[in-house]
């Protein structure tokens, strides 16, 4: 694990409210739409960089079950179990960098809203293509939501990646089919816009 990259993130969730960084959502309604849209039964779902959404609590209300939340940051985690009190079983929790994810375990949705755009070196964008390539199931189905051509040069402190439909449609190219593809205008806590692209593939 990237231990000063595990710090910053540590940091954040320890000094501030969940409401107080950029990335909050009172909803997670397009995450929820795409999910849904899967129509696949009792799926196994994996929400990565889950920090402190309120996605699985939403998934938990409208009848989810087979759930795993990641997230580099153990401060995040800690508070995301708080949150969900009692309904924090249906959860299976995981302290880890998604680089250094390893797992036998296939999930039917990969559900990644704002980790992917963090990653900078090609090596590092590679590496997640392959551990996405390994641990989804056939048939099963990826989310990624990253900051468009339009959206911020760096976010937390942090420089970051843009994307457009057609680059990011080529890195997952090899094993995933592109099937929606929406640009979003999320509104900050601070009364400012960030743009994303929604991007929704298959695994062939």
Not at 33 to 48: A, L
Not at 137 to 142: Q, R, V
Not at 151 to 176: A, H
């Amino acid at each position: 694990m990237n231990y000063n990259l595990k710090l910053h993130w540590e940091k954040i969730y320890d000094e501030k409210n969940e409401d107080e960084v950029s990335w909050f959502q009172k909803e997670t309604n397009e995450s929820i739409k795409m999910i849904q849209s899967t129509e696949i039964e009792n799926p196994k779902i994996i929400d990565v960089g889950g920090g402190r959404s309120k996605l699985l609590k939403n998934l938990i209300e409208i009848g989810y079950n087979r759930l795993t939340y990641l997230d580099i940051s153990k401060s995040a985690l800690e508070k995301s179990k708080k949150f969900l009190g009692g309904q924090s079983n249906k959860v299976r929790w995981i302290n880890e960098d998604i680089l250094n994810f390893k797992t036998d375990e296939r999930f039917d949705i990969w559900h990644d809203r704002a980790v992917f755009h963090f990653l900078k070196e090609e090596n590092h964008i590679k590496k997640y293509v392959d551990i996405v390539e390994k641990n989804i199931s056939d048939g099963g189905h990826l989310i990624i939501g990253a900051f468009s051509e339009n959206g911020p040069l760096k976010c937390s402190g942090l420089d970051v990646s843009r994307y457009s439909k057609k680059v990011i449609e080529k890195l997952f190219i090899k094993t995933f089919k592109l099937i929606d593809s929406f640009h979003f205008d999320h509104i900050t806590p601070f009364n400012t816009t960030q743009n994303f692209l929604f991007s929704h593939f298959v695994k062939r």
